[in-house]
């Protein structure tokens, strides 16, 4: 995995291409002298850290004159080293900078400094693998890009976690499903002290075409928010899967869309309330 420096103009999407990265799993350092590159990587090299991106802009322009030969030795060492410049027009710019009223970091006017700014990082654009122009990018797009250009677009994870309501719906999912419509394999006294894991009480729980139709319904509605928030940048989606205590129905139907959905990189992170529940 690549060593990224992200440099461009103030407003053309840094901090989209940053968050996407650190989304992504990489260790971000934003505004970090060049000086500095060589000791950033040895330091994360040392935490066994494979995926790290750093920024430099024009907020380090006091430290830009050692950009050619701290790039050469960090070059040397890394053979994966990539530069990414992001611009945009000048009326583009001026346009998002009206939007969010920021205050530009060389501190003129905004034409003059769009202007300073582009001579100022001409050395960093010279030295980048890949420029991106974003002036016609929405910051989901300018995200997708990123991701297609370093192979991450594949880092994406559905998590799935099954529990109970009447302990409560977990807080820190995207999405909670109610699958108390399905039989309960609680009023079966051979099976209330199984769980969902297993195969009877799997196949209690769907035992019917309504059941199966219910969990195809279920089935298909969970891909498809998990593709949407994929296809929005996302790296990861949580869904909640709750029966009334956690021990059969919700953890037979996590187990079963931990198959049908693995293209998704499915994991199930927990079955939260099987150890503790007394009613599936």
């Not at 420096?5 to 053309?12: E, M, Q, R």
């Not at 974003?134 to 990123?146: G, H, N």
């Not at 869904?239 to 693995?262: E, F, K, N, P, Y």
Request: aromatic content about 8%.
């Amino acid at each position: 995995m690549p060593f990224i420096v992200v440099s461009g103009l103030s407003g053309s999407g840094k901090s989209t291409v940053l968050r996407t990265l650190e989304d992504a799993g990489f260790f971000i350092t934003d505004n970090l002298p060049p000086e500095l590159w060589g000791a950033m990587h040895d330091l994360a090299t040392a935490r066994g850290l494979g995926r790290v991106a750093i920024s430099t802009d024009a907020r380090t322009r006091d430290f830009l004159g050692a950009l050619e030969s701290s790039y050469e030795r960090l070059s040397r060492r890394r053979e994966d080293l990539r530069v990414l410049f992001l611009e945009a027009t000048a009326e583009v710019l001026l346009q998002r900078y009206n939007l969010t009223r920021r205050e530009h970091p060389l501190g003129d006017t905004l034409m003059v400094d769009f202007a300073r700014e582009r001579t100022l990082l001409s050395p960093l654009r010279a030295i980048a693998d890949t420029v991106i122009d974003t002036t016609e990018l929405s910051a989901a797009q300018l995200s997708e890009r990123v991701l297609r250009l370093y192979r991450l677009e594949h880092d994406f994870n559905l998590r799935l976690l099954s529990f109970g309501f009447k302990h409560s719906p977990p807080r820190d999912v995207d999405m909670v499903v109610d699958v108390r419509s399905l039989p309960n394999p609680y009023y079966d006294p051979a099976l209330r002290p199984k769980t969902g894991l297993e195969a009877d009480v799997a196949g209690y729980v769907f035992q019917d075409p309504s059941s199966e139709e219910f969990y195809a319904e279920l089935r298909d509605f969970v891909r498809s928010a998990a593709e949407r928030a994929r296809s929005s940048g996302r790296h990861g989606y949580t869904v909640g899967i709750g029966c009334t205590g956690g021990q059969h129905r919700s953890v037979a139907v996590a187990t079963r869309l931990a198959g049908d959905l693995r293209d998704l990189n499915v994991d199930v992170t927990d079955h939260r309330d099987m150890k503790t529940a007394e009613a599936g």
